[in-house]
C-alpha cells in the first residue's frame, strides 16, 4: 500500500513559481510511475505531468510543457512540481498519484493511490 501526501499550495501572482511536494511512504516508489493531475473548480480532472520513477523520464501536457517541471527524489521517495510563469487558468486543486509500472497513463482512473490534494490559485 501507498500512502501519498501533497504539500506546497498556495496563492500567487501570475507570473509567479510555486513547488509541489508529493511524499511516497508505505513502500518505495520503485517501478512507479508518479503523477501530477489537476481539478479546476467545476471541471473534471487534467494530467499535467508524470514520471517514472526508476529511469526518470518525465511528461508533461501541452498546457504546461517550457513552465512545469516533474522531479523525483528517490532518497526521500518524494516528487515535486516545479511551476514556474503560473497563470490564472493554473488555479485547480492539485493531486499527486502513483501506479505500478513504467508507463505513465494519461487519465485518472489508470492510477491506484492518490493523495489528498494541493489547492493552488494564481491571481492576476
Known amino acids: 500500500q501507498v500512502q501519498l501526501v501533497e504539500s506546497g499550495g498556495g496563492s500567487v501572482q501570475a507570473g509567479g513559481s510555486l513547488r509541489l511536494s508529493c511524499a ?3 513502500r518505495t516508489l520503485s517501478g512507479f510511475t508518479l ?3 489537476r481539478q479546476a473548480s467545476g471541471k473534471g ?3 499535467v505531468a508524470a514520471i517514472t520513477w526508476n529511469f526518470g523520464n518525465t ?3 501541452d498546457s504546461v510543457r517550457g513552465r512545469f517541471t516533474v522531479s523525483r527524489d528517490n532518497a526521500k521517495n518524494t516528487a515535486y512540481l516545479q511551476m514556474n510563469s503560473l497563470k ?3 488555479t485547480a486543486d492539485y493531486f ?3 501506479r505500478e509500472g513504467g508507463v505513465p497513463k494519461l487519465r485518472p482512473d489508470g492510477y491506484d493511490y492518490w493523495g ?6 494564481v491571481s492576476s
Not at 489528498?116 to 490559485?121: D, E, F, I, K
Request: charged share 15%; hydrophobic share 35%.
Open 45 to 47: 480532472q487534467e494530467f
Open 59 to 61: 511528461y508533461e501536457s
Open 24 to 26: 511516497a511512504s508505505g
Open 88 to 90: 490564472p487558468e493554473d
Open 35 to 37: 503523477a501530477w493531475f
Open 116 to 121: 489528498q490534494g494541493t489547492q493552488v490559485t
Open 96 to 98: 499527486c498519484a502513483a
